[in-house]
């Protein structure tokens, strides 16, 4: 949810109605009344629709089994389109209401069969999908079509602009949409069913960068913002606004594959495309009730594969990717003119493109798993819940009209909720790989999941079979953004993300009959020139989570990441740090430090890194501390220190000193740094004699000599902030050696060169 400001092996043989619970996706359909329908009663559990009781009568259907070794699929999209008005709307904090709908919205059915395997698919035009709906709907559409509800997904698209079907923050569900819904859900799926014919199938993905960006921006250390229970600890959070001075990074990567699972008939007719995109949702200038951007792309790629004449129609399905913590804008630019017809079209035409060279198999196995995951949620504690209560009473059972009103509720809901079932599936294609999770996923969790996946590629869809709201990398929490004020949809415990990502690639274990790949960094030519120089360790800063980083020198000098590191940005951009083909990673430093212990000598020794500083020189008295020695904290910072010069002095240069004392003996450099570039730096020790050198320019920017301060019984390395905790980093680190020698000019420029990248940028 957004809140938007301004293998199974191929069987043959003839299926019977005595199958074992767990046979692949296919049960018998319940037999027919004496009258030749199913009688169905269905009931809701939610507080919000208790008392709802749907009697349906639908036919029920059963068929044979499909020739051993011929792949069926079958396709419908069922128009639910409310047609009782006002509908209540969720997805901002505040309910909301529309009185009309300016596009039709549809339930996009796809049913896949091997022989011995079939599942379905359905990506509906809905912000939220509560549990308790999926679930219902599951069992009718098991009675209606023999469809295992453990083989059946139901996905919401996120379109903010669709009738609320469940309760969350400010809103309540719609009290008529969930009733008009489910058998129009169920009948999308029976059509899907009945048009089962032979198939063939094929996939891709495609980088489409330009189109999803990372929504969540750190804020600068002086403009931390204050959160719904009054506490002022919003380091980060959404929409900034375009190159909003007090942010200074995006908090996270962007997945930016566009991915699609086509499915034609045997003669290459479209059926349909099921495409996945790590985008939240247009919203702007969408008016509710609205499919958003998701209906358009559909009809869009329709016309471009001309596939508007078949029979039984082509079905384009855009579901929702891991987009927890992405949006269609880019905030580090000027606002570009963008619509949500053209945006959809673009990417279309992306898809379709992408779709051209697709090579089709004519049968692939199928397989699908389903799990839930039992989770706690995080309990506020007795203070809080006091505090929630009164305020919720003074409410006198109306809607909330402000966020703590907003956040109070939900204090009562998450106390009531103490642990929840976290609805997870994986789903082999033939070598593409599926997951489906029922959360608010980031960019990081699913491009983890990818490139861990023992199938390729692999996509991973969200806000499926449920809502568990957002689950941020732990990392992520100490940000205190609007992704982790509890709430039910932004209240799992605080380690959830790890344990989903590691139950969801059990799953595709499962289904594969594969271990998952090993992650494993590739080493370009800078890395392994550093490798050749025998650091004493070496931290690349490649990891997907925290807190340890990883010492790619062989001595397993794990360095600790403090709260406020996050992981997974980008690094400098050049093939020399990864190669070609995998983007360089880096950290982003926004309050935490990085700290190991190597043994090196005070008096010889030197560090090399990259850094990016996104904050503005003018202010604090020193810009951020990238490099220091000393104890944990202890007062007056005793050691060599590399910093940016602030406010106080040598203001946008670097400085060395040994100790926080007299700044008239400090060293400065002379080159005045530009923010949010990427830079180059080496600090070499020789017992008094100091020099830093500064992108590759074999003159150092700091030569001169310095005393030493007196030992100390545990002396630690700290990089993006002081020893004393003082002046930390706020932006990016990459590529962390430490050597116990000092480094000679020569060998620093040569590595630099290796990079390609230009010398520094002075004002």
């Not at 003839?14 to 199913?38: E, F, K």
């Not at 047609?83 to 919205?105: E, H, K, M, S, W």
Request: aromatic fraction near 8%.
């Amino acid at each position: 949810m957004c809140v938007t400001t301004p293998t199974s092996a191929h069987s043959s043989g003839r299926r019977s109605a005595h199958w074992s619970g767990d046979r692949r996706g296919l049960r018998p359909a319940r037999p027919a009344t004496a009258a030749g329908t199913a009688g169905i009663l269905i009931r809701y559990a939610r507080p919000a629709w208790v008392g709802i009781a749907l009697l349906l009568s639908l036919g029920s259907k059963s068929w044979g089994a499909a020739p051993a070794g011929v792949f069926r699929a079958g396709a419908f999209a069922m128009d639910v389109t409310p047609t009782n008005f006002p509908v209540t709307i969720n997805g901002g904090f505040l309910a909301a209401y529309a009185d009309r709908a300016y596009d039709p919205l549809q339930a996009r059915c796809l049913v896949l069969d091997d022989g011995a395997t079939r599942v379905g698919l359905c990506v509906l035009d809905s912000c939220l999908i509560p549990r308790e709906f999926a679930d219902a709907a599951k069992r009718a559409i098991e009675a209606a079509t023999g469809l295992a509800p453990d083989r059946v997904m139901i996905s919401a698209t996120h379109a903010h602009s669709a009738p609320a079907l469940m309760t969350i923050l400010g809103a309540d569900a719609d009290p008529h949409y969930p009733r008009f819904l489910l058998p129009r859900l169920v009948e999308g799926f029976r059509q899907a069913v009945s048009n089962l014919a032979p198939a063939r199938v094929g996939w891709t993905a495609v980088a489409a960068p330009h189109h999803t960006h990372t929504r969540v921006w750190v804020r600068r250390p002086d403009r931390i913002e204050t959160n719904p229970f009054g506490e002022r600890s919003v380091r980060a959070n959404m929409h900034p606004g375009y190159e909003n001075p007090d942010v200074i990074a995006p908090a996270g990567p962007s997945d930016p594959a566009l991915s699609l699972l086509s499915v034609q008939t045997r003669d290459g007719r479209p059926l349909a495309v099921l495409a996945n995109y790590s985008m939240h949702y247009f919203g702007d200038g969408i008016r509710p009730v609205s499919a958003d951007y998701y209906g358009m792309f559909a009809d869009r790629l329709t016309a471009l594969l001309g596939a508007t004449n078949g029979s039984p129609a082509f079905v384009g399905i855009m579901s929702q990717g891991t987009s927890g913590d992405q949006q269609w804008m880019d905030y580090s630019r000027p606002r570009r003119a963008m619509d949500v017809r053209t945006y959809a079209h673009e990417l279309a035409q992306i898809a379709h493109n992408a779709l051209q060279p697709v090579q089709y198999r004519d049968w692939v196995p199928l397989a699908m798993r389903d799990r839930d995951l039992p989770l706690p949620t995080r309990q506020p504690s007795q203070e809080r819940l006091a505090w929630a209560r009164r305020l919720v009473d003074t409410m006198s059972g109306r809607l909330p009209k402000s966020l703590p009103e907003v956040y109070a509720r939900e204090q009562l809901w998450l106390s009531d909720h103490p642990t929840v079932p976290v609805k997870l599936q994986a789903l082999r294609v033939g070598e593409l790989g599926l997951t489906m999770i029922s959360a608010e996923v980031f960019a990081v969790s699913g491009l983890k999941i990818k490139a861990l996946s023992p199938l390729q590629p692999t996509f991973n869809i969200e806000l499926a079979n449920g809502e568990d709201g957002y689950i941020p990398p732990p990392e992520h929490h100490a940000l205190g953004s609007y992704n982790t004020w509890a709430c039910r949809s932004a209240g799992l415990d605080v380690q959830a993300e790890p344990k989903i990502v590691e139950a969801v690639l059990a799953l595709l274990e499962e289904v594969s009959g594969r271990p998952r790949r090993k992650w494993t960094p590739v080493h370009g030519p800078y890395a392994r020139a550093v490798l050749a120089a025998k650091p004493v360790a070496y931290w690349r800063l490649e990891e997907f989570s925290g807190p340890l980083a990883h010492d790619a020198s062989g001595h397993d000098l794990g360095a600790v990441c403090e709260p406020g590191v996050v992981f997974y940005l980008e690094g400098p951009e050049s093939p020399a740090f990864s190669g070609t083909n995998d983007v360089n990673r880096a950290a982003l430093f926004a309050g935490g430090r990085m700290r190991a212990a190597p043994r090196v000598a005070r008096d010889r020794y030197s560090v090399e890194f990259w850094f990016w500083n996104g904050l503005s020189n003018s202010v604090r008295s020193v810009t951020g501390c990238l490099f220091s020695r000393g104890q944990v904290n202890a007062y007056g910072a005793a050691g060599d220190q590399l910093t940016i010069g602030g406010a106080r002095a040598a203001e946008g240069r670097l400085c060395l000193a040994n100790g926080a004392g007299d700044v008239s003996l400090m060293l400065t450099g002379r080159t005045e740094l530009v923010e949010k570039t990427w830079n180059h730096a080496t600090l070499v020790r020789d017992g008094r004699r100091v020099a830093v050198f500064l992108n590759g320019n074999p003159t150092p920017e700091i030569n001169g000599e310095l005393d030493l301060a007196e030992p100390a019984e545990r002396e630690w390395l700290f990089f993006g902030g002081r020893s004393d905790g003082a002046f930390g980093l706020e932006g990016r680190l990459d590529e962390v050696a430490v050597y116990d020698r000092a480094l000679e000019s020569d060998e620093i420029v040569a590595r630099y060169r290796l990079t390609g990248l230009p010398g520094a940028r002075s004002r």
